[in-house]
């Protein structure tokens, strides 16, 4: 269990967590992320933010009620809500003293040998500055995630988060998403569902567990358990928390018995 161990973290934080159901942005949501990621940062901790909520933010930027469908509209849209999003951060986490950078990704940059290598140095050097690299992929370009929602090279961006972690070498991998972890069955349905606090291993009956994803969110459970495995088998650990509080992080890190916790297989 990582405890005082843990030095580099990567948290993801989805969409439902940054947007009013994709009305725009949830100023509450993204101040308490902000300062409890500047917090972690000025405690010691390397911090690399993975951030979905382009799209979703965008759209409440341009006043649509609903998510775009055509791929034309939801680059376009994607564009515009990276963006704010950015300014969003960049206002929130410097307010808390704290410096973000941007990094956009598409399936090349960690596929091929050289420029993985470029984006290696790039990581270790905004690590070693002392800024927080936020990470999401480069939506207006890449059609991956947001035709299909599924996975290919780089997919959603719970995968994403987890093929950063595995990059980076980080010690924690955190998924805030909007429920407090992997249950037996879907609790908004099921009054007898129970949280699983440990996982050492996914198997195909926890994958049967899992179910889809919300309106604005491309990612539901089944992601997070592939970026379990991901994460898993590159000797990462994972937790999977509630992102409306993002103060959970603080416990996780003192080993409490927060959302569900995912140990690696292999060692780094």
């Not at 949280?195 to 009956?205: A, C, D, Q």
Request: glycine content about 12%.
């Amino acid at each position: 269990m990582l405890q005082s161990g843990c030095r580099r973290i990567v948290v993801k934080v989805g969409t439902s967590t940054l947007t009013h159901e994709g009305r725009g942005a949830n100023l509450r949501s993204l101040d308490r992320l902000a300062r409890t990621l500047s917090d972690l940062r000025h405690a010691g901790h390397e911090i690399i933010l993975v951030s979905s909520g382009a799209i979703g933010i965008g759209a409440g930027r341009l006043g649509m009620e609903e998510r775009p469908v055509a791929l034309r509209e939801k680059q376009a849209v994607a564009a515009v809500g990276q963006c704010e999003l950015m300014h969003l951060y960049d206002k929130f986490f410097g307010e808390y003293g704290q410096t973000v950078g941007q990094i956009l990704l598409s399936g090349d940059d960690v596929d091929d040998p050289h420029r993985a290598e470029n984006l290696r140095a790039t990581f270790d050097t905004l690590l070693r500055l002392g800024v927080v690299p936020v990470v999401n992929e480069n939506d207006s370009v890449s059609h991956a995630e947001i035709e299909t929602g599924h996975h290919k090279v780089l997919g959603d961006n719970d995968t994403l988060s987890a093929i950063v972690a595995v990059f980076c070498e980080a010690d924690l991998l955190v998924l805030l998403t909007d429920i407090d972890g992997l249950y037996t069955a879907n609790p908004a349905d099921h009054d007898d569902a129970v949280r699983i606090p440990l996982v050492t291993e996914i198997t195909p009956e926890l994958m049967a567990m899992a179910g889809g994803g919300g309106q604005w969110g491309t990612g539901g459970m089944t992601t997070k358990l592939t970026a379990a495995q991901e994460a898993m088998a590159g000797g990462v650990e994972m937790v999977i928390a509630l992102g409306a509080d993002p103060g959970c992080l603080y416990d996780i890190l003192e080993g409490r018995d927060v959302g569900t916790r995912f140990l690696p297989t292999t060692r780094k």
